[in-house]
């Protein structure tokens, strides 16, 4: 323990020192005593400021500062979920909604896009009852898509950056959770409604978060990258005339 704290000890060891000395230099120079008591003790008095205002305010600013810079970095790691696997979950899961005609207006993103439109869209779609219709599942397909970016999820989990962000974090999991569902069962065929009923309520778990962090992460893009936004914005699924070439 003692080797551990052995620079902390060294370097206060050697500023009092040096404290010290600067007092020894102004006796002898000016031979006055209750001068150095006074401004020693009038130093004192402004530490707790001091301390207020390093500790509380300026270790904050930092904290927030460095913050905001794992959080830019980490939307690079969500950019590259959505371009490996998100984005295509994404228009998969949504056909399997009851209300998919009701969700699409408000996830199908493009360059007219507001600060307003995104809360609005945020907004209403937490306000809609969707649920996942297992009859429009198509189960082997999203055991075969998620099932080759297992690599790619592992990946994202070890970022220990994404722990700093709980929405993402919790998409991860719940995408983890459903493909282990979808793995563990060797054949989808003659499943009795009540496991169709809980792999959809999987589904849904899913698809609730991928919407929300999908309207985060196209605000983002369009407000940080606007290069990377347009690609986007042309060629995501829900989008009936998704196409890459600019018109």
């Not at 020192?17 to 600067?22: D, E, N, P, R």
Request: net charge positive.
């Amino acid at each position: 323990m003692l080797k551990r704290y052995q620079w902390v000890i060294v370097a206060a060891a050697i500023l009092v020192s040096i404290s010290a000395a600067l007092f020894v230099v102004h006796y002898l120079i000016f031979q006055d005593v209750r001068g150095i008591f006074f401004y020693l003790l009038h130093n004192l008095a402004y530490l707790p400021v001091e301390i207020l205002v390093v500790a509380l305010i300026v270790e904050r600013m930092l904290a927030r500062h460095e913050r905001h810079k794992i959080l830019h970095k980490l939307n690079m790691v969500i950019g590259t979920f959505f371009s490996e696997l998100g984005t295509r979950l994404l228009g998969e899961l949504t056909v399997a909604m009851n209300v998919n005609e009701d969700i699409r207006p408000l996830l199908s993103v493009n360059s007219k896009w507001t600060p307003k439109d995104y809360h609005e869209s945020l907004a209403r779609l937490r306000r809609i009852d969707y649920k996942a219709r297992p009859e429009r599942l198509d189960l082997p397909r999203l055991r075969q898509m998620m099932g080759e970016k297992h690599n790619l999820l592992v990946m994202l989990l070890g970022n220990p950056n994404v722990m700093e962000h709980d929405r993402f974090t919790d998409l991860l999991w719940a995408i983890f959770h459903l493909t282990e569902e979808l793995e563990a069962r060797p054949s989808f065929t003659g499943l009795p409604e009540t496991d169709l009923a809980h792999l959809a309520g999987d589904v849904q778990r899913v698809y609730s978060h991928l919407t929300i962090e999908w309207l985060h992460y196209c605000r983002h893009l369009q407000r940080a990258y606007p290069y990377i936004f347009s690609i986007v914005a042309r060629t995501h699924p829900l989008r009936e005339d998704h196409s890459p070439i600019v018109r």
